[in-house]
């Protein structure tokens, strides 16, 4: 029996994978010690992310296979254009940032990069290819949301309890599930060309995972 293609692109990037999920970064959002700056830097640049992840995902359902592939696209991007955005905004306010501020936040080089670069594959390629891409990032915060949940530090006096619960919570474990479940079944039949080329989309989600954790970890900004 052939290997799951989500699983063949894990053992794919080696090592790349955990290191996305476990940055300094993480490790503290986690335990609590997170700076409180460090994390404002993060939800403001997540929210212009986010913008560029929906643009991403509203081309990907312009070209889905099926109706019920484009229902499930356009499902997702009501999702968090409605849903996700509007509690990125509510717990923004929590911080002091209000939705006007997240409105005028310049993304720095790396959030710009990124959210360009899930534009771009969906531009270019179809919702296999998209996901590929976007499972870093979508299967990744599920992954940290569930570890996150069971971490000895969390209390109901934990700085970033929601953000916690947020990811690891049933809700945004369903969706993780069918981004993964929705890879394996377009890519049941895809050949090992096809597979060379996922693997090398979803190494470079891994790896703008990592970078996006560090620009916030040291507040990156444009230098000049």
Request: glycine share 8%; net charge negative; aromatic share 12%.
């Amino acid at each position: 029996m052939q290997t799951a293609l989500f699983d063949r692109l894990k053992a794919g990037v080696g090592e790349l994978w955990d290191q996305a999920q476990r940055h300094p970064f993480v490790d503290a959002l986690g335990d609590g010690t997170l700076e409180r700056g460090r994390f404002i830097h993060y939800l403001k640049q997540d929210y212009v992310y986010l913008t560029g992840y929906s643009r991403a995902i509203a081309l990907a359902s312009a070209r889905a296979p099926d109706l019920q592939r484009m229902a499930e696209l356009s499902g997702l991007l009501n999702e968090t254009l409605n849903h996700e955005m509007q509690l990125h905004r509510d717990y923004c306010a929590e911080f002091g940032v209000s939705a006007l501020d997240l409105e005028a936040v310049e993304p720095a080089p790396i959030c710009q990069a990124y959210a360009d670069f899930c534009v771009a594959t969906a531009a270019t390629g179809g919702m296999l290819v998209l996901l590929a891409a976007l499972l870093p990032c979508g299967v990744g915060y599920g992954e940290i949301g569930q570890r996150l949940m069971s971490h000895p530090a969390l209390s109901p006096v934990h700085p970033y309890r929601q953000w916690i619960y947020t990811y690891g919570g049933d809700e945004y474990q369903q969706y993780a599930r069918w981004m993964i479940e929705a890879l394996n079944e377009l890519g049941a039949e895809a050949t090992s060309t096809e597979v060379s080329h996922l693997t090398m989309l979803f190494r470079l989600g891994c790896r703008y995972e990592w970078l996006f954790w560090e620009m916030a970890w040291a507040e990156q900004d444009w230098p000049v």
